[in-house]
């Protein structure tokens, strides 16, 4: 019993405490035009929006590293950064960018909440490790969906448009799934500072690159001013928590910050404008937190557990 609790006491730690922040501030930003409508630019194209902070992590991990004289990276460590960066930021905006008109923005809330799904799923094949018992992950991880789609109804697709749309949020949830184990596995293999520096810089110039060409809109200096101070005090503190939090925590329980930082959305909501709360949403926020909760805390297999059933199998 004493064994259990102090590998609890690991595991509800200061990361557990920084992925809060990190939804924290997600959620900040799901509610940026009601609470902070001045610093919220309607003229910057929505890759323009996610180059910014990506630009301002790249500046700052480069600086620190150069003041912590961090060794430069081998070729593997850049291509798995690199790597890292397209599957974590690019290829999923690009994935979303196909679903602009064809679901509606809570429909797309809802289908990143299969992310834990898939990380759960391919974490052991990607990250290399077992951790927590696979079952009862998928089970949490789909209660957690559950209890979303009770707060964040999706539209069912109803057109070919809608469909292709709806396929591409979940092919862009899969690729993050995917994203975050594999940044977790390279997480032990390179410098946290030199892996956000490249990977921020690679999502940075892509955005830079394609943007045009996907959202059929030029890079303008118009507005940048109130996006690059959003930037700073929400964006970048948001994504050196992230990469901070690779070697510190599981793939899967990373990415409970696509199910927490919703409920967070909604309580922030509800707190400031009282809407009404139906029996629905209750359900969602209980299935929301046990989900979420069974993810963070619940104890990692044992390794002789996982070769046994490996036996077995």
């Not at 069912?156 to 949020?169: D, H």
Request: glycine share 8%.
């Amino acid at each position: 019993m004493a064994g259990k609790w102090f590998e609890l006491k690991k595991v509800a730690g200061f990361p557990v405490a920084a992925l809060l922040f990190l939804c924290f501030l997600w959620s900040l930003g799901s509610l940026r035009i009601d609470l902070l409508p001045a610093l919220d630019s309607h003229t910057l194209p929505p890759m323009e929006k996610q180059g910014l902070p990506l630009a301002l992590l790249a500046i700052t991990a480069s600086l620190f590293a150069v003041a912590k004289r961090t060794k430069c990276p081998q070729s593997h460590q850049i291509l798995s950064a690199i790597l890292i960066g397209l599957g974590l930021f690019v290829a999923p905006a690009l994935l979303v960018s196909l679903s602009n008109q064809g679901i509606s923005e809570l429909t797309r809330v809802a289908l990143f909440s299969l992310v834990p799904v898939f990380t759960v799923v391919f974490e052991p094949h990607i990250s290399g490790v077992t951790g927590q018992q696979q079952r009862g992950a998928l089970i949490a991880a789909l209660l957690a969906v559950g209890g979303t789609l009770c707060i964040f109804p999706a539209d069912t697709p109803n057109s070919i448009a809608s469909a292709v749309a709806f396929g591409a949020v979940v092919l862009a949830a899969a690729c993050i799934g995917a994203a975050n184990c594999f940044a977790v596995r390279a997480a032990t293999e390179s410098p946290t500072i030199t892996t956000a520096a490249i990977a921020g810089f690679t999502a940075f110039a892509c955005y830079t690159l394609l943007g045009p060409f996907v959202e059929k809109e030029a890079w303008t200096w118009h507005g940048i001013g109130p996006e690059l101070v959003w930037s700073a005090i929400v964006g970048l503190p948001a994504l050196l928590l992230l990469f901070w939090l690779m070697r510190r925590m599981s793939a899967a329980r990373m990415t409970t910050r696509f199910v927490i930082a919703p409920l967070m959305t909604a309580l922030i909501g509800i707190a400031l404008f009282r809407p009404e709360v139906s029996l629905r949403d209750i359900l969602g926020f209980v299935l929301i937190a046990a989900g979420a909760g069974w993810l963070l805390f619940a104890r990692d297999e044992e390794p002789d557990d996982a070769s046994q059933r490996l036996k077995l199998n």
